[in-house]
């Protein structure tokens, strides 16, 4: 795994402090024997959850995955033993059921586990097979939701997810079926049922993807963003169409959230941060063009 970051790494009192705090709320705290199977959220470490800061400075043991930020881990006290069950450097992560099998090991020698996942645990993120895994091995545990890279991320790009005018419903798929390919969607349901889709794990199928929902009726020139590296000091938004997104999704940077949709027009009005960093001027009415508005 990367080097830790040695500046200012939190203290025993940061983790004390960390501690009270979670008293003074009467929150649960990570028991020996147990697992916790909670989210980081998408990048920034400012999105975990307080309960995934507690439970990361009390762990025995951390299994955390490649996109955990790895700042957050900064906080284990140093005699945590850190496990890195991610993708890194094109090595194969491990197996599922070998992850699960250190979640159940470490727990019933009575170490307080945490598993951390990037986002949510139960979106896209194999936190349900795990917990699954801990129930037959009648260990007890806990979820700590996280929040999604296909709402946080896109809020980072200033795009709701949800929006009055444009989209009173949202669809979350992954663009990664368990053979490799795009999953066996009914995608004309899809195409006219959803006024929005957020995609995980698309980049590489996009074009495949946006040439099913154009067969399927989309208009071809359909907004469409590609946020890479959402939440984090490397974000990038790249705003374009369904008929352009597989080229343009090439060149992007992974991990990428991908969001077709009226509302995706949302983020010249609202691209907050884009306006904080770079001083971008935003657009009072960014729904001018949409196509929601000029045909009804
Ligand atoms: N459990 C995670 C999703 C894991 S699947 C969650 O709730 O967010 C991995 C996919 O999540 C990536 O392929 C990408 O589509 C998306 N993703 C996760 N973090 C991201 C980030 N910081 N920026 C953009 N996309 C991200």
Redesign the pocket.
């Known amino acids: 795994m990367s080097p830790l970051p040695d500046v200012d790494r939190p203290s025993m009192e940061d983790r004390l402090a960390l501690r009270r705090l979670a008293e003074l709320f009467s929150l649960p705290r990570l028991e020996r024997g147990w697992v916790w199977l909670a ?1 980081a959220g ?2 920034d470490p400012g999105l975990a959850s307080f309960l995934t800061f507690a439970a990361i400075a009390e762990a025995d043991v951390i299994v955390s995955d490649a ?1 955990v930020n790895d700042s957050l881990l900064a906080l284990a006290r140093p005699e945590a033993k850190i496990i890195d069950a991610g993708k890194r450097g094109g090595k194969p992560s491990p197996k599922q059921a070998v992850i699960s099998g250190q979640l159940v090991n470490y727990a019933r020698k009575g170490l307080r586990v945490l598993r951390l ?5 139960f ?3 194999r936190g349900g097979e795990e917990a699954q895994a801990l129930v037959r091995a009648k260990i007890p545990f806990r979820i700590v939701p ?1 929040i ?3 709402t946080g ?1 896109l809020a980072y790009a200033g795009i709701p997810v949800t929006h009055r005018e444009t989209n009173q419903a949202v669809t979350f798929l992954t663009g990664y079926g368990a053979d490799g390919k795009i999953p066996d969607f009914r995608w004309d349901a899809i195409a006219q049922g959803s006024p929005t889709l957020v ?5 590489k199928h996009a074009g495949e993807i946006a040439a099913r929902l154009i067969d399927a009726g989309r208009p071809i020139d359909e907004p469409a963003a590609i ?6 000091a490397d974000q990038t938004t790249q705003l374009t169409t369904l008929g352009e997104l597989g080229r343009v999704a090439l060149e992007a940077q ?4 991908i969001v077709i949709g009226e509302n995706v027009r949302l983020a010249a009005g609202l691209d907050w941060l884009g306006a904080a960093l770079h001083g971008r001027v935003l657009d009072p009415d960014p729904l001018k063009n949409s196509t929601l508005r000029n045909t009804g």
């Open positions: 989210g998408p990048g996109l996942k990037g986002g949510d645990p979106v896209f993120g996280g999604t890279a296909g991320g995609f995980y794990m698309a980049r946020i890479s590296n959402a939440s984090l992974t991990p990428a959230i």
